[in-house]
């Protein structure tokens, strides 16, 4: 079945580091692709989403884009803030349209 | 706030015993997925509804059954429960019908932290 992996956490950085999380998935067809964000103590919310190959997601300075052909959708953010701590989730939504995640991410950044 | 409600937030009880998890979707939203949050397994999806109906499942136990009721309110029944059902469940809502538009954003709950001792 469609499936979702990425990188094991946790991710150390200092303020102001670039960020990479690695995002790979399976899938047939062409799924929608997403990732979310979830704070202490909350719920998942949606940071940013594509629907087709070469479509960029951003919000609130991350940045992810479909690649169709390595099956990636990796999430980078250019300077991280304390405030940036939480855990990441990659997501698609599968042929039937369940929501498949990945594991989540945990990241940490360090003032 | 997403808008999702679920109770209760905390839940503590012993093996063999049986749950009620409650989610009220956000006002318009007419899908509802439930999923399973544990440490060693993630985020692992259970079932999703549509204006009442069963529209897809997950990896969800014959233990647990779950339903949406015509006032869009679901509810998630955990029974027998095992010490391994000790997780955090979470309630999402969407306003799609996932077989004409395809699934958007989804909106979680706080989740419910069920314990079994």
């Known amino acids: 079945g469609d499936s979702v992996t990425q990188m094991e956490g946790p991710v150390t950085l200092s303020e102001e580091a670039c960020l990479t999380i690695?995002?790979?998935?399976?899938?047939?067809?062409?799924?929608?692709l997403f990732w979310y964000v979830q704070y202490p103590g909350e719920g998942l919310q949606l940071l940013l989403k594509a629907t087709k190959a070469d479509d960029k997601g951003s919000n609130k300075g991350f940045e992810a884009t479909y690649r169709k052909e390595t099956t990636s959708f990796h999430l980078e953010k250019g300077s991280v803030q304390v405030s940036d701590s939480a855990v990441y989730f990659c997501a698609l939504s599968d042929r039937d349209d369940k929501i498949i995640f990945g594991k989540g991410t945990r990241l940490h950044i360090l003032p | 706030d997403s808008g999702v409600t679920q109770t209760p937030k905390h839940l503590i009880t012993a093996t063999g015993q049986r749950v009620t998890l409650r989610c009220s979707p956000r006002?318009?939203?007419?899908?509802v997925y439930w999923y399973q949050q544990s440490l060693d397994q993630g985020l692992q999806f259970l079932i999703q509804?549509?204006?009442?109906?069963?529209?897809a499942k997950g990896n969800i136990l014959e233990r647990f059954s779950a339903q949406q009721f015509p006032d869009l309110h679901s509810e998630l029944n955990l029974s027998s429960l095992e010490l391994g059902d000790s997780a955090l469940y979470f309630c999402?809502?969407?306003?799609?019908?996932?077989?004409?538009?395809?699934?958007?954003?989804?909106?979680f709950g706080e989740g419910s932290r069920l314990t079994v001792l």
């Open positions: 999402a809502s969407s306003v799609e019908d996932p077989g004409l538009a395809g699934v958007g954003e989804l909106f």
């Open positions: 509804y549509y204006n009442g109906e069963e529209r």
């Open positions: 690695n995002c790979t998935y399976t899938a047939t067809g062409y799924p929608s």
């Open positions: 006002s318009g939203d007419l899908s």
